[in-house]
């Protein structure tokens, strides 16, 4: 349908690079689950909106600043994130992983972790998981913005290994990345679509009619299978 004239134009912040979530092609242009999913909710809901691609850690706070209207980026719905935010229905099971580099042969589980360190992305569940773990099995903790750097630098061997969440880091691996999981997925949870608590309602409730039409349709699995899909 064409765009209905009271529909808004909203501004929505994403990760800079969280394949198969959200990732710049060659040419330049947004990609991706979350990506494709917010045109095709768009469109059937005749809304516009504009993508500001930034840090993880940087939406979160540009949401909270109500300096753009909401925050598609993988994100996990936590009690602790629900003060700040209201999300959108579940769309993407997660959880947290831990991966050294291919050619790392010591670490298989968190207690070789003891007097190393490890990388994460700052504001994420991986980094939280990663602080509360880290008095535990003795390891320190270095905080990237996003999660290419994050690889190099646990590539090329400054850190030991990183707290990635698992369908992310297993694409990553998938397409090449010389990284591989040593422990099964931590803390699972669901990704959701976040608007500044108590704003947004009219934005957050066109996502979710417009979510659940892409699921009755099939649209959903059709995206979820060009990215993450057998052939994919
Ligand atoms: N799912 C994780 C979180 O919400 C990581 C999101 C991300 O890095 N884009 O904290």
């Known amino acids: 349908p064409a765009q209905a004239a009271n529909k808004p ?25 979350d990506i494709d999913m917010l045109k095709a909710i768009a469109k059937t809901e005749g809304f516009t909106y504009t993508l500001k691609p930034m840090s993880f850690n940087a939406g979160v706070q540009a949401v909270q600043a109500g300096q753009v209207d909401g925050l598609l980026a993988g994100m996990s ?10 999300f959108s229905k579940p769309y993407y099971k997660s959880g947290i992983v831990l991966a050294v580099s291919k050619k790392d042969h010591n670490i298989k589980a968190l ?8 990388a994460a992305k700052t504001g ?27 690889y190099s630098d646990v590539m090329v061997g400054n850190t030991v290994g990183t707290f990635e969440d698992a369908p992310v880091m297993g694409y990553a691996i998938k397409q090449g990345t010389q990284m591989k999981i040593v422990t099964k997925p931590a803390n699972g949870g669901w990704y959701g679509f976040g608007v500044k608590k108590g704003s947004n309602a009219a934005l957050l409730k066109d996502f979710n009619a417009g979510y659940t039409k892409i699921v009755d349709n099939g649209q959903f699995d059709q995206i979820v299978e060009r990215y993450v899909g057998e052939n994919g």
């Open 9 to 33: 134009h909203y501004t929505i912040a994403t990760d800079t690079t969280y394949p198969p979530f959200e990732f710049q092609t060659d040419k330049g242009q947004y990609r991706g689950i």
């Open 77 to 86: 719905i936590t009690d602790a994130r629900k003060q700040e935010f209201d």
């Open 111 to 118: 207690k070789d972790l003891k007097g190393k360190t490890v």
């Open 124 to 150: 994420t569940m991986g980094a939280e998981y990663a602080k509360k773990m880290a008095p535990k099995y003795g390891f320190k903790v270095t905080y990237f913005n996003d999660s290419n750097t994050m």
